[in-house]
């Protein structure tokens, strides 16, 4: 295969999207596999693209947690721009909803509290994700679960704060805040964890619409269907976290993904199990 920079070959395909290509390719220094991710070529003369292309590996290279997908270097080759992170062998989350949705209630649980703790480590590092929808989460053949695609996430800086400007994928995630296109908060990637949990136990998406605009209305107005109308078995104290972290006031979301996942650790307890399989007598 082709070499970039003389040390990474490039070995196939792994995915892409509306900016950048990955692909799968051999580190030839330090002898491993990592994934590769270069910025679409005819993009690369936009300075704008440029700009959020380095963002998304700077913001990501102080990031070590076993639940955000690790970068390792970033750099250029000719005009060729590139990011070199940990390869994950697995499948993406929106795979893996595609393929076993509706999920038992204690691998969604599972998941989630991985989710929680890699944005947790984000937001720690005043770093907001702003993007997490099931296509940037990876999923290895362990179940090990991580955040990637930091592309529009940018640190908390008064500059940053000023500039959102964003090439917007799916809405279907969107927190109310972010379809206002107003200034997305730590809170806002509770919103969209929130989601996730919702597909993840029913299968489907609690909002959907014709266009993106009527979509993101729905963000805006509706409030997030009870699970249970769904999955009868599913305790109401986990129902509870997702009418929590999907509020549409953030003031009255989880405050931190700390909380969340304080929450998400006792929500399958026995007595809380017990608790929800409780039928009122007529
Ligand atoms: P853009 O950043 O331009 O929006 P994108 O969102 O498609 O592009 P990613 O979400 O980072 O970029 O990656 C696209 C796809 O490539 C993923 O959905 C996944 O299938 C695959 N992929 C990305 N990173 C890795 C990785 N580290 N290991 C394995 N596969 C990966
Ligand atoms: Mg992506
Ligand atoms: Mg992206």
Known sequence: ????????????????????????????????????????????????LRKRFHREALSATSLIHPNIVNIYDVGEDGDLHYLVMEYVEGQTLKEYIQEKAPLPAARAVDI????CEGISAAHLHGIIHRDIKPQNILMDLDGNV????????????????TRTNSVMGTVHYLSPEQARGGIATKRSDLYSLGIVLYEMLTGKLPFSGESPVS???????????????????????LENVILKATAKDAAHRYPSAEAMLKDLRTVLSPERKDEAKFIPPP
């Open 112 to 115: 989630m509290m991985q989710l």
């Open 146 to 161: 991580k955040l990637t695609d930091f592309g529009i996430a940018m640190a908390l800086s008064a500059t940053a704060l």
């Open 215 to 237: 979509i993101a209305l729905k963000h805006l107005q509706e409030e997030t269907p009870p699970v249970r109308d769904e999955r009868p078995d599913i305790p109401q104290s």
């Open 1 to 48: 295969g082709k070499r970039i920079s003389g040390r990474y070959e490039v070995l196939g395909l792994l995915g892409g999207g509306g900016m950048s290509t990955v692909y799968l390719a051999r580190d030839m220094i330090l002898d491993r596999p990592v994934a590769i991710k270069i910025l679409r070529y005819d993009l690369a003369d936009e300075e704008e």
